[in-house]
């Protein structure tokens, strides 16, 4: 399930026939990939993470943002059930402690579906539309526009990223 449709694509940059619609399903996925690897995935994912404990009380979740915690399990295959613990902003905080060593963590991250934000969704788009620009053609003096607004919207997508870009955390 995308979060760009073809047919919103299509608008976007103007095209009204089906000639190039598979081509442009691939556009989109290369632009929602752009976005995800930034600003972490559009929609919901499951990972698995192993976790050393920070302290003796936090699991600190390397990637975001996080939906949800499905699984806790310690080194030694002890599950750690969900009324010891829990979960603010990737931060798994423990009523008393985490004594293992490490944790494998399965937990849910991205947006909701269909909770996508407007300027994530808007980025994706314009990263369709930069994308686009080498499928029109050389630049010659009449398409020196066109070749400015691939560049515009690029530059539009990442300042529409900025406020979602993913936190660093080293593991």
């Not at 192993?50 to 600190?60: D, K, N």
């Not at 944790?103 to 909701?112: E, K, W």
């Not at 607004?149 to 870009?165: D, F, S």
């Amino acid at each position: 399930m995308a979060v760009l449709d073809l047919k919103a694509v299509k608008a976007a940059l103007g095209i009204e026939l089906t000639t190039h619609d598979e081509q442009l399903t691939g556009l989109i996925t290369k632009a929602e990939e752009f976005v995800a690897q930034r600003c972490g995935p559009l929609e919901p994912t499951a990972v698995t993470s192993r976790i050393r404990p920070t302290g003796c009380r936090l699991l600190v979740l390397p990637r975001s943002p996080v939906l949800s915690v499905t699984s806790i399990t310690s080194r030694y295959g002890t599950v750690i059930t969900s009324d010891l613990y829990f979960v603010d902003k990737g931060i798994i905080e423990a009523d008393t402690e985490f004594p293992e060593t490490y944790y494998d963590v399965v937990y849910q991250i991205g947006r909701a579906v269909d909770e996508c934000p407007t300027d994530l969704v808007e980025a994706a788009l314009n990263m369709c539309r930069h994308l686009w620009r080498p499928n029109q053609g050389p630049v010659g003096p009449r398409q020196g526009d066109q070749a400015a607004a691939a560049m515009a919207a690029l530059r539009l997508a990442e300042e529409l990223m900025r406020p979602h870009r993913r936190r660093l955390v080293a593991n």
